[in-house]
């Protein structure tokens, strides 16, 4: 699977702030997360009532946060790894991320489910 691009549509030669960061974070991490839940949800709706595969649509739905959840841990610790290559301070992103849920407290639970690889803090 290809990383995120986090870069697209702003200027690589410069650094950028935590606000920055967490902007991008929010259009390449918690949208599509918002869309998988949304459009696999809705797919097990229509396929449920409107073809009456009540069992399939059922499973959708209950998959639906699941899937969006392996985007999410996927996605997460490389926008991380990104934002901390570009220049962000790492106190001040994990601050704003934290506030703004893009992310969990450090050694919570469901931070740990990301997929980081070797090297990630």
């Known amino acids: 699977m290809l990383p995120p691009d986090f870069d697209r549509g702003l200027p690589t030669e410069n650094p950028i702030t935590a606000r920055m960061a967490v902007d991008r974070g929010h259009q390449v991490v918690t949208q599509p997360v918002l869309g998988i839940m949304a459009g696999v949800f809705l797919l097990g709706a229509v396929l449920g009532v409107g073809f009456g595969q009540l069992i399939a649509g059922l499973a959708l739905i209950i998959l639906a946060p699941y899937l969006a959840w392996l985007w999410w841990s996927y996605a997460t610790p490389r926008w991380r790894r990104w ?13 704003l991320a934290q506030r703004e849920w893009l992310v969990w407290p450090r050694g919570h639970l469901f931070e740990r489910t990301e997929f980081r690889e070797r090297g990630d803090e």
């Open 83 to 95: 934002a901390l290559g570009r220049g962000a301070h790492p106190d001040f992103l994990q601050e």
